[in-house]
C-alpha cells in the first residue's frame, strides 16, 4: 500500500527475520537497505542493518549503524540503554579482533570547557559527553 516508504521496508524485514529464526540474511536484508535508500536515518532499519552486519562479525559496520540510530533516540530511554549496549560490545569486539594482543590501552588527556552560554545552562551534576575522533581517519568516535 506505500511501496516508497521506508518504515514499510523496515516493518516488512522485520517479520520475514522473525519468520527465518530472527536472521535478516537475504531478502530482510534487501528490504532493509530499500529502507535506507528511501530514508538513511529510519531508526528501525538503521537497528536492523546493525543487526546485520554484527550477525557477519562486521563489528566496524555494526557501531557505525547503530551510532547513527542512537541520534534518533531519546536519551534515558530503554532503547537507548539497549543500543549502548549493543554499541558497546561492537565496539570491543572491533578492538579486541584488530587490536595486538600486547597493545596499551589509548589514554586522551585534555580540557573540557563550555562556551559562557552554554555553562550557565549547565549544573555541577549534569552528564558531559565527549566523542574523540581521529584526527584522519573513520568519523566514527
Known sequence: LAPQEAQFYADRADVLAMKQDRSLA???????EQALKLDPANLKALVLAGSAAFDRQDWAGAADYWTRARLNVPAGSELAATIDASLAEARSRSGAASAPAAAAPAV???RLSLAPALAARVGPDDTVFV??????GPRMP
Open 26 to 32: 537475504g531478502e530482510p536484508l534487501a528490504l532493509v
Open 131 to 136: 566523542f574523540a575522533r581521529a584526527a584522519n
Open 108 to 110: 586522551i588527556r585534555g
